[in-house]
């Protein structure tokens, strides 16, 4: 064959919990039917693979109109979680630990151990050279799996002919 | 292949009847598929799979074969290469793996 394989690749530029989940899972998937994955870390996005920031991925309701309070287990149908609760202190760990108690349900493994997963199976992993200036980070701070830091050019070049998802 | 010349497979090459499959088709349909020759680390994942679908009913997700196996994703992948989901489904015979993880 002298096809070149697919490949698909996810710009990761939120650091939200909900917004590390989706390249993950279409990352995974993707491995699994033998595509070629690179995600490249850029802006917030670093956070999913900063050591220190990552178990502490969280989700606000504050501003998130999608999240009801029927969420929480109150059958309140379409009503919002009102934005003068959602400033309320605790709220965003209550999100956030509600969001990972549904995640753990259905057997979603947490961010960390899919990364894991991730490089294991071959994708590749880089962090964003300007984000990482700007944000005064190094390799160290970095998770296991994380191949290098590039540049904006070198993520071209290293995405020729594939597939951009941006996130 | 010959094995494979009689029974009744879908435009992906999934078995239509599930009870046509025997360790000959699987065999047949590894080489089919870019794995090769099975050795017991692949048997190991393929019985785990089996198994796992008389219980669900449906073939598991390569999470799940990881926990479920004790195989490391590294080795899941190196066995089974370019796309283990739908490979490791078909050479057990059952259908594609439902769920995302």
């Known amino acids: 064959m002298t096809e070149k394989n697919r490949h698909v690749a996810f710009i990761c530029s939120k650091g939200n919990l909900d917004m590390a989940y989706p390249a993950l899972i279409m990352g995974w998937a993707a491995l699994g039917n033998g595509i070629d994955v690179t995600l490249f870390f850029t802006f917030w996005g670093l956070d999913i693979i900063n050591k220190k920031r990552q178990p502490q991925l969280k989700i606000a309701p504050v501003a998130n109109t999608s999240m009801k309070m029927d969420m929480m287990g109150i059958p309140t149908g379409n009503l919002g979680i009102p934005q003068a609760m959602g400033i309320i202190p605790g709220m965003t760990s209550f999100a956030t630990t509600l969001m990972k108690k549904k995640m753990v349900d259905l057997e979603v493994p947490p961010v960390g151990e899919y990364l894991e997963m991730l490089s294991d199976a071959g994708a590749n992993l880089y962090a964003c050279k300007m984000s990482v200036d700007m944000m005064g980070l190094t390799m160290d701070d970095f998770v296991d799996g994380v191949k290098s830091i590039v540049t904006a050019s070198d993520f071209m070049d290293l995405t020729e002919g594939a597939q951009i998802v941006f996130i | ?101």
């Open chain 2, 1 to 101: 292949m010959s094995v494979l010349g009689t029974i009744e497979r879908n435009q992906e090459g999934f078995l239509v009847n599930p009870n046509d499959w025997n360790k000959d088709i699987a065999a047949a349909i590894a080489v089919e598929e870019g794995v090769g020759n099975l050795t017991a680390d692949h048997w190991k994942i393929i019985e785990f799979c089996r198994e796992s679908a008389v219980n669900s009913g449906v073939a598991p997700t390569l999470r799940q074969i990881t926990k479920g196996a004790g195989v490391p994703t590294k080795e899941l992948f190196t066995l089974f290469p370019k796309g283990p989901a739908k490979k490791v489904a078909k050479i057990s015979g059952l259908g594609k793996p439902e769920g995302c993880v």
